[in-house]
């Protein structure tokens, strides 16, 4: 039964790509020529103020931050739970290796609820230079 589901999914991607066949992105080398131009001088007008630059990549980033943390957290807590659930249910010396990794998981959680600090400090640092 999953080889069918494999299949049919796998020819239903071909028929996909074989109908996006005569797409195509053609662009002339003068407009090609005139982008790393305009390229070239924004990079030149720019060079001095990086404040621009680091307001862009904190607005750009700031969504994906968001998810990744709310992402961790969930798997955070899942792990606890896991861990918590494997440490009632084992013997002594099971227990004794759980408690050795949850400093791992200690140290997981200090970076993905601190992360929001540790990219203040980054872009404060890069702000100076």
Known sequence: MMKKIIGIAF?????????????????????????AKDFIQKGKD????????????????????????????????????????????????KQADLKNRLIYIVVAGIVIFGAYGIWRAILSVVSHF
């Open 11 to 35: 020819l239903a991607m071909m028929c996909v790509f074989l109908i996006n066949t005569n797409v195509s992105f053609a662009v002339s080398l003068e407009s090609m020529e005139k982008d």
């Open 46 to 93: 720019n060079s001095g103020d990086l404040t621009p630059v680091v307001g862009t990549v904190t607005d750009n980033f700031q969504g994906l931050g968001q998810i990744l943390t709310i992402v961790g957290a969930g798997v955070l807590v899942a792990v606890v739970s896991y861990m918590g659930i494997k440490y009632m249910i084992s013997p002594p010396d």
